[in-house]
């Protein structure tokens, strides 16, 4: 009934043919919540939690960090609410996590592995995660991974940190596809795995070797770059195999030029900001799917990210 109320005030989000496209926002904090709502979202495919972390002296307590991911989700009542664990390291630093100077730090600590390398902010984070109610509404989503051991690591933790606290209902977990390793061999990480989202913002900076934070790279660091569609449909064939389901948190999805692409690669979740939500949507209603397919394909076998959003402009005129 919930369902068919939200279709009814043009929530729901579907292709002509039917096929469900869901599309929420990348949320920072619960301010955010009422407008990414007015703006059609229909949940949050990425809560950045760094929000409670930066600029502070010390970690935020279990309690401290329940109250607000309590508080989001309740916002958002009953709208799915993915939250990623801390994304901390490289260019964001927790000076309490006494992060060591590293030479590369792209390639360092960041994301999960800082959260591997100090135990215990994991713990207290999955704890207040795990916390969240009702139970099935929240999914946990895991950054910065590149390595099976390490999604391994983290799972145990949090089945540890689930049957601690009596809960016997399992979190949904997913991973973020930013490192190309991921995509590489993704059945075998969608073997272990609820879902994927990708982060092309870091997934075009370890596929292209191009820092994100390098001004002169900035014109060049393009999502639309035929090796990086790739790697999105390689992780989305992966995952589809395994019934998993496949999203895309990174800027690409607030872009409306990429829409037919990322659902021709087989994505089925966009996450997007606000303001970007509404015209996403208006376009998806209007896609045809054998058509995104096969530019999606045709994109795969261009030169260069100009050339992709040439053949989609040429193809939807009216985008953008
Ligand atoms: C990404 O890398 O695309 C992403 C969504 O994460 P962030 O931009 O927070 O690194
Ligand atoms: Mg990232």
């Known amino acids: 009934r919930v369902d068919a109320n939200r279709q009814a005030a043009g929530e729901i989000c579907r292709m002509p043919d039917g096929t469900r496209i869901e599309v929420v926002a990348n949320l920072g904090s619960v301010s955010e919540v009422a407008g990414a709502l007015a703006n059609g979202a229909e949940g949050c495919g990425l809560l950045r939690s760094e929000f409670l972390y930066l ?16 508080a989001i989700a309740t916002a958002l009542a009953g709208r799915p609410l993915v939250i990623r664990t801390l994304d901390a390291g490289a260019d ?14 792209a390639l360092g600590l960041r994301g999960v592995r ?10 207290t984070q999955v704890r207040a995660i795990l916390r969240v109610k009702p139970y099935g509404q929240c999914k946990i989503l895991l950054p910065m991974i590149a390595t099976l051991a390490d999604v391994r690591t983290v799972k145990a933790v949090i089945a540890a940190e689930s049957e601690a606290l009596g809960r016997d209902v399992p979190i949904e977990t997913g991973i973020m596809v930013e490192v190309p390793s991921v995509a590489l061999i993704a059945a075998q990480f969608a073997e272990e795995v609820d879902f994927f989202s990708v ?12 820092d ?57 979740e966009l996450s997007a900001t606000a303001n970007a939500i509404a015209d996403i949507k208006a376009l998806v209603r209007t896609l045809d799917m054998p058509r995104c397919r096969a530019v999606a394909e045709a994109a795969l076998a261009l030169d260069s990210a100009d050339d992709v959003r040439h053949l989609v402009a040429t193809h939807w005129p009216t985008i953008g």
């Open 55 to 70: 600029h502070r002296t010390s970690a935020p307590g279990e309690d401290e960090q329940f109250a607000e991911y309590q």
């Open 92 to 105: 964001k630093d927790v000076p309490y996590a006494h992060l060591p100077t590293e030479e590369n730090p």
């Open 212 to 268: 994100r934070c390098n001004a002169r790279l900035a014109q060049q660091l393009d999502p639309f770059h035929p090796a990086v569609l790739r790697l999105i449909g390689l992780a989305a064939d992966g995952a589809r195999n395994r019934g998993r389901w496949v999203g895309v948190c990174g800027n690409i999805a607030s872009s409306p030029l990429a829409a037919p692409l990322l659902i021709g690669l087989g994505v089925t």
């Open 199 to 210: 982060g092309t913002n870091d997934l075009t900076q370890y596929t292209l070797a191009m």
């Open 114 to 123: 800082l959260s591997l390398w100090q135990p215990d902010l994991l713990r």
